[in-house]
């Protein structure tokens, strides 16, 4: 794979369809199209043209031609797209006859790649990009968008600008000791160094709340065999997606069901019931469905009005965790479960229900704040932003004017790795390889 290779793909969905994207971009996009088109249209016009196979000029289709000259292109260089009719042969036809031109199949994410390389976009803009076309709820989609637009590369780019200064500042200090220049340069440093560290951390603690909107959020329902968590997961997902049966046992594995709860997307997961196990399957359904709780970012614990509270469960009633009372047709609901006082519904008739799915919208929110804020959303953000917290904290420190140089300098190359600026050659294929194909 080259980066001056002219590439090829279909942007639009695979399958048959009424319309059909094929992109292209690279150097030789021009000539291709103009083979392929019989000439170029209009920079930036739908013009409708015959497309002939350059072996015999066999009419392929006719389709919409867009032409975009770079570098006012997505990905800086030039491109064009060829709208045509979506039948399966179409596609193929026309591939074949833009390869046959010179043109190479691109490999994913290889559009938006060329974009970051060309400086259409910083890393975080592309990481954006990716979110926003796996974007299954709205407030995805708006935080996808800040990114994709550039809200996190202006937040960073504009702390990557103060390090800058401060770094230009001690360096100054330190090579003209002798010159005019202010006593106190130093002492700027540090104090920019431990304001800059401190918005930073602020910015870190979060509660992963970008990420968990990205990822979504996991609810693990937990109870004794028969306090009705198969019941009340199907109550929630609105359909029938868990067996309910009178039997105890009859969850041995975990049963997940994903839907959106203010703009979250939960998956909410019904597991085994909690006791001794009467078998080996059952025991490994109890062994995951404990482990799925701790994975969780929210707990129900699910108790059954008309019996004692169980061991098992009460457990789990632990702060974040919410505790409900069910069947309540069937007894009422104690007025405190392990110290805490239970939300009262029923799985089967639907009373409290309305209740339950407010409380479970209150904990989206809190625990993945769909806002308008700048939050980051990877790993490999808080990663890079930690170790510049690190390397500000050790600025502050450091006694030695050199010392502080070089803490402020790997500070600099931390916050410079998150949008490419430093450092990105190790992390492009990182970013770059969930992309789909003709992104």
């Known amino acids: 794979m080259s980066a001056t290779d002219t590439v090829f793909a279909l942007a639009s969905g695979a399958g048959r369809g009424a319309i059909a994207v094929m992109r292209l971009s690279g150097a030789e996009t021009g000539a291709i199209v103009a083979r392929l088109a019989g000439g170029l249209p209009r920079a930036r016009h739908a013009s409708l043209r015959p497309l002939r196979d350059p072996a015999d000029g066999e009419v392929l289709d006719e389709a919409l031609v867009l032409w975009f000259p770079g570098p006012a292109s997505y990905t800086g260089e030039d491109s064009a797209e060829l709208h045509l009719h979506g039948g399966p042969a179409v596609m193929t036809a026309v591939g074949g006859a833009l390869a046959a031109l010179g043109a190479r199949p691109a490999e994913p994410g290889e559009f938006t790649r060329r974009a970051f390389l060309n400086g259409r976009m910083d890393l975080t803009a592309a990481e954006g990009v990716a979110d926003l076309i796996d974007a299954e709820t709205e407030a995805q989609r708006r935080q996808a968008l800040r990114q994709a637009d550039g809200a996190l590369a202006r937040l960073y780019g504009a702390w990557a600008d103060r390090l ?8 100054a200090a330190i090579e003209f000791a002798e010159d005019d220049l202010p006593t106190d340069l130093g002492d700027r440093a540090r104090d920019g160094a431990a304001a ?26 937990l109870g004794a065999p028969n306090a009705g968590k ?63 709780a701790e994975e969780a970012d929210l707990v129900l614990a699910v108790f059954a009005a008309d019996v004692a509270p169980d061991p098992e469960t009460l457990a789990w009633v632990r702060p974040g965790a919410l505790v409900l009372a069910n069947k309540v047709d069937l007894a009422a609901a104690p007025a405190v479960i392990g110290g805490v006082a239970p939300l009262a519904i029923s799985a089967r008739t639907g009373q409290g229900l309305d209740a339950l799915r407010a409380h479970l919208a209150a904990a989206a929110t809190r625990l993945a704040g769909a806002g308008d804020a700048a939050l980051l959303t990877r790993p490999r953000h808080r990663a890079a932003l930690t170790e510049a917290v690190a390397w500000l904290a050790e600025a502050e420190a450091a006694s030695l004017p050199e010392l502080v140089s070089e803490t402020l300098r790997a500070a600099l190359r931390s916050l410079g790795r998150l949008t490419g600026r430093i450092g990105v050659e190790d992390i492009l294929d990182v970013v770059f390889r969930d992309f789909c194909i003709g992104k």
């Open 230 to 292: 198969s019941s009340l997961l199907n109550a929630l997902a609105g359909r029938e997606a868990a067996i309910v049966s009178a039997r105890a046992g009859t969850t041995r594995d975990v049963v997940e069901v994903r839907l959106a709860l203010v703009g979250v997307p939960v998956t909410l997961a019904d597991t085994a019931g909690l006791r001794e196990a009467a078998d080996e399957i059952e025991q490994e359904g109890i062994r995951r469905a404990r482990r799925r």
């Open 196 to 221: 800059l560290r401190a918005e930073i951390a602020a910015h870190l603690a979060d509660g992963g709340r970008g990420e968990r909107l990205r990822e979504g959020l996991l609810v693990a329902i």
């Open 164 to 171: 800058t200064r401060l770094l230009a500042h001690q360096e």
